[in-house]
Nanobody, 123 residues
Framework: QVQLVESGGGLVQPGDSLRLSCAAS????????MGWFRQAPGKEREFVAT????????YYADSVTGRFTISKNNARNTGYLQMNSLNPADTAVYYC????????????????WGQGTQVTVSS
């Protein structure tokens, strides 16, 4: 059973940066693709970014393309989401998720989830 724990959220001002981490345990991290999703108050959970098991194929939501970067370090069993040029619309609980091998935009295709970390962008 894969367990995921996110960290790195917080309160920042518009234009600031944050790096979220997702530490994995209980599985073979190097065979897992990862995804980041977010859920703002009163809204459905939405796709943010995904990366394949080898860490060489990535896809992003249009709203974060050019500002966010997803990565994974298989040696450290950790995934990351670097978020730059944050704006209030990025305020949400951010979740990391894992599945076998390939990327996916669809949250239903991820069997493993972290507990979420709050990101608040406000002046």
């Amino acid at each position: 059973q894969v367990q995921l724990v996110e960290s790195g959220g917080g309160l920042v001002q518009p234009g600031d940066s944050l790096r979220l981490s997702c530490a994995a345990s209980g599985g073979t991290f190097s065979t897992l693709a990862m995804g980041w999703f977010r859920q703002a108050p009163g809204k459905e959970r939405e796709f943010v970014a995904t990366i394949n098991w080898r860490g060489v194929i990535t896809y992003y939501a249009d709203s974060v393309t050019g500002r966010f970067t997803i990565s994974k370090n298989n040696a450290r069993n950790t995934g990351y989401l670097q978020m730059n040029s944050l704006n209030p619309a990025d305020t949400a609980v951010y979740y990391c998720a894992a599945r076998g091998y390939g990327t996916s935009y669809d949250s239903h295709e991820y069997p493993y989830w972290g507990q979420g970390t709050q990101v608040t962008v406000s002046s």
